[in-house]
């Protein structure tokens, strides 16, 4: 069912209430297996060696993996045979379906992995204090390298997105496997170029492998120039180009779906 106009902000803010209120005993579950995990292999460092694992060493694996996982799951309603069809017939856009589960998975996630895990490691240095009178160093979630990570996330947790959206089942194994696909085919497409455009350097390192950057220093300068630009542009498509293609192409799907 879709409304005349495409968004509207309380419209929104409903559908915002209801995921988290139709999803809240689930996210409290995964929340508290999370936790009793972490705090499960904190105990056994505790027994090992008398002290606590450094707060910043599992929250990637939280942030990514888990991130991943829950992106990957963010449409599963949409390919449940009961469920489909009261997905799409909320009284809401396509527009509010899709920046719903966009925030909760990307925005939502990073903001809810930061609480949890400075909770976590306040908890662990309590009981590390009580237990041994040594307390680890708390996650610190201003950390530039915090930030960083978070950046990270929400580019590529496009792709899992949009994973969701498309494979009905295995969406997450799936996603995986097809961004493997991927790199293999960039990697073929560099090694095409640097054959075609640099032959006889290509050449010269077949042949010479020891002696090419010794003997050539126009090759050596030429192949870090290639590389340099290469990477420059990669970077450039990564952080301004992957996630607004990713997130575009995850609404035209939702949107064919209602068709």
């Not at 450094?54 to 990957?72: D, E, H, N, Q, R």
């Not at 085919?185 to 350097?201: A, E, G, M």
């Not at 010794?214 to 090759?219: A, D, F, I, N």
């Amino acid at each position: 069912m879709q409304p005349k106009s495409p968004f509207r902000f309380n419209r929104f803010q409903r559908l915002i209430k209801n995921e988290l209120l139709t999803q809240y005993r689930t996210l409290l579950i995964a929340g508290g297996a999370i936790l009793g995990i972490l705090l499960f292999i904190n105990f056994l460092s505790l027994l090992g060696n008398n002290r606590a694992v450094a707060p910043t060493s599992f929250y990637g694996l939280l942030l990514f993996a888990g991130g991943y996982i829950v992106s990957s799951m963010a449409f599963t309603d949409l390919h449940h045979p009961q469920k489909s069809y009261l997905y799409l017939t909320l009284p809401c856009s396509n527009a509010e379906k899709f920046l719903s589960r966009l925030i909760l998975t990307s925005v939502g996630y990073g903001l809810a992995t930061l609480i949890l895990y400075f909770l976590f490691s306040a908890l662990i240095s309590l009981l590390s204090m009580l237990l041994t009178g040594y307390a680890p160093p708390m996650f610190n979630p201003f950390d530039r390298e915090i930030f960083i990570s978070l950046g990270v996330y929400l580019v590529t947790q496009s792709l899992f997105l949009a994973g969701a959206v498309y494979f009905r089942k295995h969406a997450f194994i799936k996603t995986v496997l097809s961004l493997f696909g991927l790199l293999l085919l960039l990697l073929l497409f560099t090694l095409l170029i640097l054959r075609l455009f640099f032959w006889n350097d290509w050449v010269d390192l077949r042949n010479y492998p020891r002696d090419l950057f010794v003997s050539s220093g126009l090759t050596k300068a030429t192949l870090e120039s290639f590389f340099i630009t290469l990477g420059k542009i990669l970077k450039y498509l990564f952080w301004t180009v992957l996630a607004p293609f990713f997130w575009i192409v995850t609404f035209l799907r939702l949107k064919e779906t209602e068709v």
